[in-house]
């Protein structure tokens, strides 16, 4: 179960708070449900990918095993992708965030499954992104988009107090 303080901040894909930023441009959230979201969770917002300097749209990045972030067209997004994971971890350390929601199956932000490779564009394989590793490496605690529910609820418990 999911608890939060009044005002307790969480950082959150900002993909799931109905931003257009993920590299084929999707919300990965319906209206309602992300409208109840931003309403009841004080959100930190985050798209590493995009803070770290990569348009959208853009070509879907993957881990390859040497960790380096690569895309079709001998792309290499390893820099911009590191370069927001570690903006997403200030945030988060700076504003005191012990939570996080990340959208599961991307690059940066998956939390125990990311895209699986340039071979098989659809799949999905066990790891964790470039921001979640470094957010579970200090602490935080990582869920994902499934926990967007609880985390909603506990929201609005929260603000009753």
């Known amino acids: 179960m999911i608890h939060l303080e009044e005002n307790e901040k969480v950082l959150v894909s900002a993909c799931l708070a109905g931003r257009r930023c993920s590299y084929n441009k999707d919300k990965h959230i319906g209206f309602i449900k992300g409208m109840k979201f ?5 959100i930190a917002p985050i798209c590493p990918e995009v803070d770290g300097g990569l348009p959208t749209p853009r070509y879907r990045g993957y881990l390859n095993e040497e960790g ?5 067209k001998d792309r290499d997004y390893t820099n911009q992708c590191r370069r927001g994971a570690n903006i997403g971890l200030g945030r988060a350390l700076e504003s005191g965030i012990t939570k996080a929601i990340m959208k599961n ?5 998956g939390c125990g499954l990311i895209p699986a490779g340039l071979d098989n564009p659809k799949a999905l394989k066990e790891g964790d992104g470039l921001l ?3 957010l579970k490496a200090n602490g935080i605690e990582v869920y994902d988009e499934t926990y967007i529910d ?10 009753k107090k």
Not at 68 to 72: D, G, L, Q, S
Not at 105 to 109: E, V
Request: charged share 20%; net charge negative.
């Open 68 to 72: 380096r972030v690569v895309a079709e």
């Open 132 to 134: 979640t590793a470094l």
């Open 150 to 159: 609880e985390f909603i609820a506990a929201g609005e418990a929260a603000k």
């Open 38 to 42: 931003i309403n009841a969770v004080n």
């Open 105 to 109: 199956g991307t690059t940066c932000c």
